[in-house]
């Protein structure tokens, strides 16, 4: 059974995510630390858990999902897997911090594979099966677990929302579509992490959300 660790990170919120399961192994999933104190937090739980941690990956390439990739890659060796269109459509993680006066405070570390949609990613006696929900950005992706049940949805759906449009390369249209498609088609029980604010499930979002 994955483990499922969530931490909220940085002056954006954002809710990064390490999965884990008996054997160790690990994946982390939008590293968004800015501060030392927060990654000192999440190597802090890393370490306390004797996890390895296998691959970072990103739901999409927005600056507050990135902080931390610098450091995962100092500290673990890893470089971001992310969707080829947010890597090639999006502004660079420079050119987006220089709109929060944070330019000083990023180190961009380039994507080292491209994920496609569908694609299996494994670790230990786990895997997850990317999705492809673009709209909040064109690359977005959600990271799903049949076995366990749950989907980590980056900023496609939140809680009684949806992602934000007017960014770079966004489409509300485009994305209530894929949200339709590839998230409110999972089973009505299965968990929905999002990247900001609290967990939330398909049957609820169905239901209630009024984007949808």
Known sequence: MITV?????????????ILHDETGEAVLIDCGCF???EELELSNYI???KLTVKHLLCTHLHLDHIFGNEFVNRTYGLKPLAHKADAEMLPSPQEQAKLFGLQDRLQSIPVEKYIVGNEIIKFG??????LLVPGH????????????????TGDAIFSGSIGRTDLWGGNQE??????KDKILSLPDETILYPGHG????VIEESLSNPFL
């Open 5 to 17: 660790k969530s931490f909220e990170f940085n002056y954006f919120s954002v809710n990064t995510y």
């Open 35 to 37: 501060r030392r104190e």
């Open 47 to 49: 370490i306390a858990n």
């Open 125 to 130: 006696n786990s895997e997850l099966t990317a």
């Open 137 to 152: 950005s064109p690359g977005s992706l959600a990271f799903y677990n049949k076995k366990d049940g749950f989907a980590i």
């Open 174 to 179: 485009v994305l209530i579509a894929a949200i």
């Open 198 to 201: 609290p967990k939330t499930n």
